[in-house]
Each structure stands twice: as structure tokens, then as C-alpha cells.
């Protein structure tokens, strides 16, 4: 490193005789030992679509320039990237369980606004075209660890078309940030999610009557107060059948509380 900026701060002037063939062999001899060759076979063997980003800089370098070729393998690389964004994997499985036939479709990546038509419309032609076939779809939330605006939006527009078409749908195991998402867009969304440890467990009688209108009402409703039990019984009749009975139940602790008072 000193001997170049000796060189440069001091022999300059001796470099402009030097033939430009001279310069350009010294360069070429200096650059060779840049190119990592041996990433070309790496990358065939691990994965091959790495060697489009990886020869589209290689060329935009050689034939375009270093600027225009750095930004072109960073836009190739950025489709792929943006693509498997907008096409995430989703695994779809037919099961039948406690007598219920069940179609789980699991994505397996988080659900942003470039894939929420094609989640949507996955989720809608997977499902059995014939009405009369009683099947419940479980939507598999565990590897989703993001929803946006738009991706919420879809699943509540997916939720009206399969009720429409009498299918029940059930969004299980979902983080309770992306189910925050979807019912601060929809309140009555709340009342598709459900946990638990396994799809058996999920169609006994009793499971979710708990865990949905907990979250429900801890996120989406205020404390109930002496003056407003009423009205949140009365509003209770709207949000299924598993939370207006935790309502009811919780009034008459509230009106005691406030005879103690």
C-alpha cells in the first residue's frame, strides 16, 4: 500500500510513456485473480438459479460497464427475490378427521401484499368445487410471521367467498400479531382463528371457546363498566356463540364490584 502511494504521489509523470497495451496486460494480470471461478460449480451444485444474478453481473461488467453491471445483477436479483415473494409455497393436504373431511393448506412463508391474490385464489381452487361436499378448510398459520393491510384484506374477502359457498373456514395457529392485523381491518374476523396442539383437538366440541374471545376481547373491546354491561351483552349477540356466554358471565362480577363500591 506505501509503495503505490509513493509511486503515484511521485512517479506519475513516468507512467505517461508507458504503452496503454503494457497497462491494460498489467490490469488483466492483476484482475484475474479477482473472478472467483471456483463459485461457478458452488453454485451449480447448491443452487442453479444463483448463476443467473451471478453471470448477468459478470457480463454487465465486462460489456456495459462496473456501475451498470453491479446494478444490473442487483435488479436480477431483486426479481427472484420479489417473485418468491409473490409466490410463496403452499402445501395443501385432504385429511379426514373425527368424521370431518378437512382441507389444511399451510403457506410457508409471511404473506405480503404481492402474494395476497395468490393466496386467495390458491386457497379458493384448492377447495372441492361441489356444494353438497361438507369440508372444512384450516388455513395453517404457524410459518406466517407477517401479514400486511392488503394480505388481511384478502383473507376477509376469502372468508365471504367460501361462506358463500357454505365452507367453513378456520385459521389456525396463527401468531396473535397477524390475527391482530386482520381483525383491526374486520372485528368479526376474530371469530376464525383457532389454536391448538393438533387438527384432532381442533374439532372437539369445546376447543376455541376460550382462547378467540380472550384475544377478542383484549384487543378490539374496552373494560366493561356498571354502565355498560348492558350494552356489551346486547352487542355480545354478534360475535358467535362461544362469546356471549363469557360476556354474560362476566356481567353479574361486574355489577357485584360495583354494589361493594
Not at 46 to 65: E, N, R, S, V, W
Not at 77 to 89: G, Q
Request: proline share 5%; aromatic share 10%; glycine share 8%.
Amino acid at each position: 500500500g506505501l509503495l503505490i502511494l509513493v509511486a503515484l504521489g511521485f512517479l506519475t509523470g513516468t507512467f505517461y510513456y508507458i504503452p496503454k497495451a503494457s497497462l491494460a496486460g498489467l490490469i488483466m494480470c492483476a484482475m484475474f485473480f479477482m473472478v472467483e471461478y471456483e463459485m461457478v460449480p458452488l453454485l451449480w451444485k447448491t443452487k442453479k438459479l444463483d448463476l443467473i444474478p451471478y453471470f448477468a453481473t459478470f457480463f454487465g461488467c465486462l460489456f456495459i460497464g462496473l456501475e451498470y453491471g453491479i446494478l444490473l445483477g442487483v435488479g436480477v436479483n431483486l426479481v427472484f427475490i420479489l417473485y418468491e415473494s409473490a409466490r410463496p409455497s403452499v402445501h395443501r393436504k385432504e385429511l379426514t378427521i373425527n368424521g370431518n373431511s378437512v382441507l389444511l393448506v399451510r403457506p410457508e412463508n409471511g404473506l405480503v401484499f404481492p402474494a395476497a391474490e395468490y393466496i386467495r385464489d390458491t386457497i379458493v381452487r384448492s377447495c372441492p368445487q361441489d356444494d353438497q361436499l361438507d369440508v372444512t378448510i384450516v388455513v395453517d398459520g404457524t410459518h406466517v410471521f407477517t401479514v400486511d393491510a392488503t394480505m388481511a384484506k384478502n383473507l376477509q374477502l376469502l372468508t365471504v367467498d367460501l361462506e358463500l359457498r357454505k365452507q367453513p373456514v378456520i385459521f389456525w395457529n396463527w401468531r396473535r400479531t397477524t390475527e391482530g392485523t386482520c381483525c383491526r381491518l374486520d372485528p368479526d374476523m376474530a371469530r376464525y382463528f383457532r389454536y391448538g396442539s393438533t387438527l384432532h383437538d381442533l374439532f372437539r366440541d369445546d376447543i376455541g371457546k376460550e382462547t378467540m374471545p380472550r384475544f377478542y376481547l383484549r384487543q378490539l373491546l374496552p373494560l366493561p363498566s356498571i354502565m355498560d354491561v348492558g350494552t356489551v351483552i346486547e352487542c355480545s349477540a354478534g360475535l358467535g356463540s362461544s362469546v356471549g356466554p363469557l360476556l354474560r358471565n362476566l356481567s353479574p362480577r361486574v355489577e357485584e364490584k360495583g354494589r361493594v363500591g
